[in-house]
């Protein structure tokens, strides 16, 4: 990740537990946990975000999100569940679809979320620059390709100079008329986004997708920027995760795609977290998170529903959750079946969901 002229660049973070704990309070055994998981898995959280947290609360859901936990080492998941490592087209894209795909910019975010379905790339050395022109002349050689997803990591920590090169060249295919750029960026460091519009404004046809998980991430530095990119011309959908602890309420998502909503933004998804390995702790189960659903139909406008789906383990796609898409259950494993027939499971061993006492539904 360099800039303009090579050298690299350097992000408002937090990386080590000592510069963490002087904006919250860490226990002794807290800093253990952090440094310990911290081996297996990296630890980076952004200032910005860093400050949403509540210091003195372990349970604030902007810290679950963020900071490493010993529940990370339970062992349970698959390393890649969407099955990325076998549809490599290059491999810095992935295509599953014969007319789109998802185009790997960048492997490292402003924070790496605990709970990231790609955490055996982000963070890890590897560098899809690497990669970046091979993946463009396959583009430019693919004429059936009409959508490319860029995603990461986080397309945004780019240097301005880099993203608006790779927009560029794909703005340039006229097979491609349509690109997204997937990125949390206006939740973890809001006033990047503004270095960005240049490139942003490129695309004849832009979607942005932002990842936002709790109403607390809807800041008002978020609502500018997401001000910021809707000048740009592109438009702006959301994708939530449903988090164990985190926002497993209607009441907290109610709040959350209202919010969204009143910002110009369409929720797109709320997503059943991937069997990914070391975050099977947020997992929350298939018949709430069905139930949250039903409880939000009776309760907010259409325009603030998302659809519920999951990604079957292995790499058979998405498949929406409240239509004919699951066939049976055996205990814990979910069986369900694509669009092509083709049949997977997802494993529904989350906990029990419980209030954290929020207040949210009071408010």
């Known amino acids: 990740?360099?800039?303009?002229?090579?050298?690299?660049?350097?992000?408002?973070?937090?990386?080590?537990?000592?510069?963490?704990?002087?904006?919250?309070?860490?226990?002794?055994?807290?800093?253990?946990?952090?440094?310990?998981?911290?081996?297996?898995?990296?630890?980076?959280?952004?200032?910005?975000?860093?400050s949403l947290m509540k210091p003195d609360d372990p349970l604030c859901p902007i810290r679950l999100q963020a900071i490493p936990s010993k529940d990370e080492l339970a062992g349970r998941g698959v390393t890649d569940p969407l099955g990325e490592k076998r549809i490599e087209a290059t491999p810095a894209f992935f295509q599953r679809y014969r007319d789109r795909g998802v185009f790997i910019v960048a492997a490292e975010c402003a924070t790496y979320c605990r709970f990231c379905n790609r955490r055996r790339l982000v963070g890890r050395g590897f560098d899809p620059e690497t990669y970046r022109e091979r993946t463009i002349e396959y583009l430019e050689?693919?004429?059936?390709?009409?959508?490319?997803?860029?995603?990461?990591?986080?397309?945004?920590?780019?240097?301005?100079?880099?993203?608006?090169?790779?927009?560029?060249?794909?703005?340039?295919?006229?097979?491609?008329?349509?690109?997204?750029?997937?990125?949390?960026?206006?939740?973890?460091?809001?006033?990047?986004?503004?270095l960005h519009q240049k490139a942003l404004k490129k695309q004849r046809c832009l979607w942005f997708v932002v990842h936002v998980n709790h109403p607390r991430e809807v800041t008002p530095e978020f609502l500018d920027a997401i001000r910021i990119i809707r000048e740009t011309g592109?438009?702006?959908?959301?994708?939530?995760?449903?988090?164990?602890?985190?926002?497993d309420c209607r009441?907290?998502?109610?709040?959350?795609?209202?919010?969204?909503?009143?910002?110009?933004?369409?929720?797109?998804?709320?997503?059943?977290?991937?069997?990914?390995?070391?975050?099977?702790?947020?997992?929350?189960?298939?018949?709430?998170?069905?139930?949250?659903?039903?409880?939000?139909?009776?309760?907010?406008?259409?325009l603030c529903m998302p659809q519920y789906a999951v990604?079957?383990?292995?790499?058979?796609?998405?498949?929406?959750?409240?239509?004919?898409?699951?066939?049976?259950?055996?205990?814990?494993?979910?069986?369900l079946e694509n669009l092509y027939g083709?049949?997977?499971?997802?494993?529904?061993?989350?906990e029990e969901s419980r209030c954290n006492n929020c207040g949210m539904c009071r408010s």
């Open 1 to 50: 990740m360099k800039g303009a002229e090579g050298k690299p660049l350097t992000l408002p973070l937090f990386s080590d537990v000592e510069s963490l704990s002087r904006v919250i309070i860490l226990s002794d055994e807290s800093k253990k946990e952090i440094e310990s998981v911290s081996r297996i898995y990296p630890f980076r959280v952004s200032r910005f975000y860093a």
């Open 141 to 194: 050689q693919h004429r059936e390709l009409r959508e490319v997803i860029i995603s990461g990591g986080d397309p945004l920590i780019l240097a301005p100079p880099e993203l608006d090169y790779i927009i560029g060249r794909l703005t340039k295919m006229d097979h491609i008329r349509v690109l997204r750029v997937s990125s949390r960026m206006p939740v973890m460091d809001p006033e990047r986004v503004r």
């Open 234 to 247: 592109a438009q702006v959908i959301s994708q939530t995760v449903l988090l164990r602890r985190v926002n």
């Open 251 to 302: 009441h907290i998502l109610a709040h959350l795609f209202e919010r969204l909503v009143e910002a110009g933004v369409k929720p797109y998804y709320l997503f059943q977290l991937d069997d990914v390995v070391g975050s099977t702790h947020f997992k929350v189960r298939l018949d709430k998170g069905v139930g949250i659903m039903k409880a939000l139909r009776g309760s907010v406008s259409g």
């Open 311 to 335: 990604d079957i383990t292995g790499g058979l796609g998405k498949v929406p959750l409240e239509n004919g898409y699951v066939k049976k259950r055996e205990g814990e494993r979910v069986y």
């Open 342 to 350: 083709e049949k997977g499971t997802y494993l529904d061993d989350g």
